[in-house]
Structure formats: structure tokens, C-alpha cells
């Protein structure tokens, strides 16, 4: 299996990005989660220009973040600056979205999305919509500051039955996070084969998750554990705080230990399920380093579903299940000691 990274944009990461390079990683992503993180489009073409050969990736945009034509020429002018590198990751935005205070936009509107995107980066023409009027768009001088000739790859982000369909109808790829069942991936994978017969193979699959190698003795819940994987769960309790009230259908699935760890996560961000501001107390720092005092809020249970935490044994073994289900590419999201994580991962995948 291959191995990538995925981290915030921030002054300073590329050379992080040069790192990965270094160290034989295939990818290097960035969020896109504006009012939380970097712009990934300023902190990629930097990256761009510190490396020769590592996949650059957005993971995820989404057409309600950008409209098509602004991220059409943000992916074609990566895709000069890094000719043939460049990963377009799209998604209904529930992340980016959701610490705006609303809410993701649809598998339909994600389609369209991506059609017009795989259009305009090819140097084809697609039909743009505003309001009531439609105009056909496509870049109207296709010169050194952007990039129609070499393809960009595109990746849908699928937890469920609709993205990968539209994943399948599109021939992109799929990039999942925290998904660690190899059945859930196999139906995944199952959807967009349906979606798309007659396709000769199938694009890449990734998967994105936090890593923790135990050394000899550790407790796998310790702090050193819960700190290196904590950001996932924290995200995870954030998710089910949010929707509580609009959408419970998710925290419902929750077991009792789970749920009183969302109620006590909002009790320490100073708000409730049903505050319509609820999202400047539940996101700030998301998918940052933990805190200290909300170690106890990282319960096991989710550590094990969320991340990859265990001796190197129990680990490659995990992998090897993924990759027998399909996955490609093992991204991590180092938070504690980035570059010490990347060089762990390159030596437990190498």
C-alpha cells in the first residue's frame, strides 16, 4: 500500500511537503476548510515549487465553498506549476460546511461539480449557472499560467452509497475518512463499480486516518496514544454535537459511553446542541493537537474504529486487510511531531 499525508496549510509546509518527498511518500494533501485552515491552493503552489515528484492533493473542495470556473483555474494553475501531479478532491463540504454553520450541499449539486471541474481542467467548455441565466465557460487563453494538457486526477469523499455512486458516474476516484472497515469499504467500492460498468479498472482509493505505533509496553490508550489520534475523535463527538438536533439519525447510533462524551464536549465548549452559533464554540482548533484536559473525551472504542493504533505487527496486519478491500493509499494526519509521523509511516510501509 502506498502512503501520503494530509495536514492544515500554514506558513512553513512545504517543507513538510519536501520531507514526504524525501522519504518516498506518494502524496501530500491539504484541507480545505476555510475559516478554520490556510488557503490550500496558496500553501499547494508552494509546495509545488519545493518538489519534483510527490502527488499534490486538495482534500476535499466543494461547490459550496467555490464556484466551478474559481476552482477550475485554482486546480489548472496548480497543475502548471506541478505539471501531472495534481489530485482534485471534491466533496458536499460537510466539514468545511459545517464550521460555517450550515450545512452540506447535496450528491446532485457534488456531480455537477465535478463534471464542470474534469470539463474546464481538460480545456473543455461546460454550462455555468447563475440565477436564472446559463453561460457557456471555458478558459479563454490556455497559456503558461494554467494547465489543459496533463490530466488531473479527481477523487470523491464517500462515506456512504450516494458519493460513491457519483464517484462511479464520473470514473473518480474515492477518499474516505476514518473508514477502517474493510466491509464498509468493499460496499463502497461495490457502488461505484455499479455506477460505472464497463470501466476497466478501478481509480484509486484512499483512505484517511491517524497512526500511533506502540512501542514495546504501551498502553495503546495512553496519552501518547490518545494525543496522536484524539483529533479524529474529538472531530467525530464535534460531528454528532452538531447534529444532534437537526439531524439525530447519527448521534442516535451512538453507544451510551459515546453519547456522554458529546454532552460533556459541549458542556466544556460552553454551548448546546440547539445554539444557532454552536459552531464558533464546537470547531475552533478542529483537527488540531488536543488539549490536554480533553484527553478523557478520547475513549478507546473510537480510537480503535477511527485510527490505527498497535505494535508494528498488529498494524501491518490491519493494513494489509485494507488493502485487500481495495485501498490504495494509507493518508495520515500527523498532529503531535509531523515530521517524526511521516518518517514512522515510511518505515512501517516501506
Known sequence: MRAGVVVAAQPGVEDLAAQAEELGLHSFWLNDTPMVHGDPFVALAL????TRRIKLGIGVTSPALRSAPAAASGFASL??????RIICGVGTGNTA???LGLPPTSATALEKFTAALQDLCAGGSTAHREGDRVRDIRFLHAGAQVNTTDPIEFVVAALGPKAAAVAGRRGAGLISFGLLDPAAWQALHQVRRQAAPGTPHDPDSYLVT??????EGEDPHGDAARDATGHLVLSLLAYAADTAADTPA?????????RDAVRGLLDRRGTTATAPDRHTRLYPNYLGRIAPGDRDLVLP???????????????????????KAGIDELLI?????????LAQLAELLG
Not at 497543475?79 to 501531472?84: I, K
Not at 494526519?333 to 509521523?341: I, R
Request: glycine share 4%.
Open 333 to 341: 494526519q500527523p498532529v503531535v511531531d509531523p515530521p517524526a509521523e
Open 79 to 84: 497543475n502548471a506549476l506541478a505539471p501531472g
Open 97 to 99: 460546511r459545517r464550521t
Open 210 to 215: 491517524a497512526l500511533h505505533v506502540l512501542a
Open 301 to 323: 472504542a473510537l480510537m480503535n474504529t477511527l485510527a490505527l493504533v498497535g505494535t508494528r505487527a498488529e498494524l501491518r496486519t490491519r493494513i494489509a486487510a485494507l488493502a
Open 47 to 50: 509546495c509545488a515549487k519545493a
Open 250 to 258: 447519527f448521534a442516535d447510533q451512538l453507544g451510551a459511553a459515546e
